[in-house]
């Protein structure tokens, strides 16, 4: 995986906030199988869908994709680490998400 790579939310997915728990929840139209983000994945999730909460569109404005080295660098920020502290784990979380359809990943042009 190179920092350049771009990733986008797949336009069959969908999420919800619960907010009592302080959850995420998304999933892929296309399998149906709920995928409940951990703490820091929800944070993630926040920096790929640009802080927009499910009840706001994701197609308009739509959303822009990132390279993994913008997120990974978002992410480093939010929670006051080095972008080498978090790499790993961030691609791994990325990685998750592509595999359950949720996210895909494209070259940059």
Do not use: K, Y
Not at 6 to 35: G, R
Not at 89 to 102: D, K, N, P, S, Y
């Amino acid at each position: 995986m190179t920092s350049a790579e771009l990733w986008t939310v797949s336009p069959t997915c969908a999420w919800v906030e619960i907010p009592q728990d302080n959850d995420v929840v998304v999933m892929s139209f296309a399998d149906h199988q709920p995928l409940t983000l951990s703490p820091v994945g929800a944070l993630i999730w926040s920096v790929l869908v640009e802080d927009r909460t499910s009840d706001e569109s994701m197609l308009d404005p739509p959303l822009t994709p990132l390279s993994t080295g913008q997120i990974i660098t978002e992410v480093a920020a939010r929670v006051c680490e080095q972008p080498e502290t978090v790499s790993d784990g961030v691609t791994a979380f990325l990685e998750q998400l592509e595999r359950a359809g949720i996210l895909s990943r494209s070259a940059p042009e």
